[in-house]
């Protein structure tokens, strides 16, 4: 199993930008597919961006595409998620998960980090 700790959450005005981060330990980080996801208020977490073990393949949800990119460094065991051109609906906590590649099956996850975008 993959231990997961985020980071690079705050306050960001509409239209800004912000970088999170994921630090994993244990065993063979490029064995995970990663993903990011975020959990509003009253609402359920939702699928963010995910990203295949060597970083060849990524997929988003239709409402971060173009604006968001995620990313990893395997020497660094770290994922990223970049956020540009951010919007008020994009507040949440983000959290990023680790799962056996291929499936969409996300078993480890970290215990996210805040986003507040104001308007």
């Known amino acids: 199993q993959v231990q997961l700790v985020e980071s690079g959450g705050g306050l960001v005005q ?25 959990q509003a208020p009253g609402q359920e977490r939702r699928f963010v961006a995910g990203i295949s073990g060597r970083g060849s393949s990524t997929r988003y949800a239709d409402s971060v595409k ?36 291929g499936t969409e099956i996300y078993a480890s996850w970290g215990q996210g980090t805040q986003v507040t975008v104001s308007s």
């Open 14 to 38: 509409a239209g800004g930008s912000l970088r999170l981060s994921c630090a994993a330990s244990g065993r063979a980080f490029i064995s995970y597919d990663m993903g990011w996801f975020r």
């Open 66 to 101: 173009g604006r968001f990119t995620i990313s990893r460094d395997n020497a660094k065991n770290t994922v990223s998620l970049q956020m540009n051109s951010l919007k008020p609906e994009d507040t949440a906590v983000y959290s990023c998960a680790a799962g056996p590649p």
